[in-house]
């Protein structure tokens, strides 16, 4: 079953305690990329990947890393933290670079005190 | 980036009714395309539309396109109380394509039994 898998799907952390959520994809799919989703804003682009160790910024990239090791993994890693990255994130992976349907993980919770 | 702004923001109707949700974007695409998102999940591909198509069903679902307005509908025919979630539009430009892809804040569809 073709499948994005993030994890953890629900995180309550503390302020300045690294983290990383991870996401994985069994479709041998080229482009991955990380959203976030808050009220009122809709779903923003943090990182797309477009194949491996090829990465870039999206439109509120600040405060995230990721990497691009494996065709199938996109970890998202937030290494300092803060409140106002409480959100709900996504995971996304789709074939190629143009045009194909998009896949969406089922989202990670993440709340930061 | 290229992004889609839905209209209305919100909709709220009779189960049995139609529902209609507009879709417009600024620039040039190589096709469209609709995801919903049931509360608090990720969002599920409904259809794709390409540039060259202006009108594509699938089953209870019709999209039409009309490039020369840069703009999209959606029309959920005899809606049910499952269809009620939130919808996006994506459109997808000719060059970068998926990699900038942010999607707008949606269409909340509430379907009344």
């Known amino acids: 079953e073709a499948q994005v898998t993030q994890n953890p799907r629900y995180l309550i952390t503390v302020t300045g305690k690294k983290l990383t959520v991870t996401c994985s994809q069994n479709?041998?799919?080229?482009?991955m990329s990380w959203y976030r989703q808050d009220p009122g804003l809709g779903l923003r682009q943090i990182y797309y990947?477009?194949?491996?160790?090829?990465?870039d910024k999206g439109d509120v990239p600040e405060g995230y890393k990721v990497s691009r090791k494996e065709k199938r993994n996109f970890p998202l890693i937030l290494e300092s933290p803060s409140p106002n990255q409480t959100s709900l994130y996504f995971c996304?992976?789709?074939?190629?670079?143009?045009?194909?349907?998009?896949?969406f993980g089922e989202g990670s919770w993440l709340t930061v005190v | 980036s290229q992004q889609g702004e839905e209209d209305p923001q919100a909709l709220s109707i009779q189960e049995g009714e139609n529902a209609t949700m507009n879709c417009s974007y600024k620039?040039?695409?190589?096709?469209l395309q609709w995801y919903r998102q049931n509360s608090g999940r990720g969002l599920v591909h409904l259809i794709l539309?390409?540039?060259?198509?202006r009108e594509k069903h699938s089953g209870r679902l019709r999209v039409t396109l009309d490039t020369s307005k840069k703009s999209s509908s959606l029309l959920i025919t005899a809606s049910r109380a499952a269809d009620t979630a939130s919808y996006f539009c994506?459109?997808?430009?000719?060059?970068?394509?998926?990699?900038?892809?942010?999607f707008g804040k949606g269409i909340t569809l509430s379907v009344r039994p």
């Open positions: 539309i390409r540039s060259n198509e």
């Open positions: 996304a992976s789709s074939r190629g670079k143009s045009g194909n349907t998009i896949y």
């Open positions: 990947s477009m194949n491996v160790e090829v990465t």
């Open positions: 620039t040039s695409i190589n096709n």
């Open positions: 479709m041998n799919h080229e482009y």
């Open positions: 994506a459109p997808i430009g000719r060059t970068g394509a998926n990699s900038k892809l942010t």
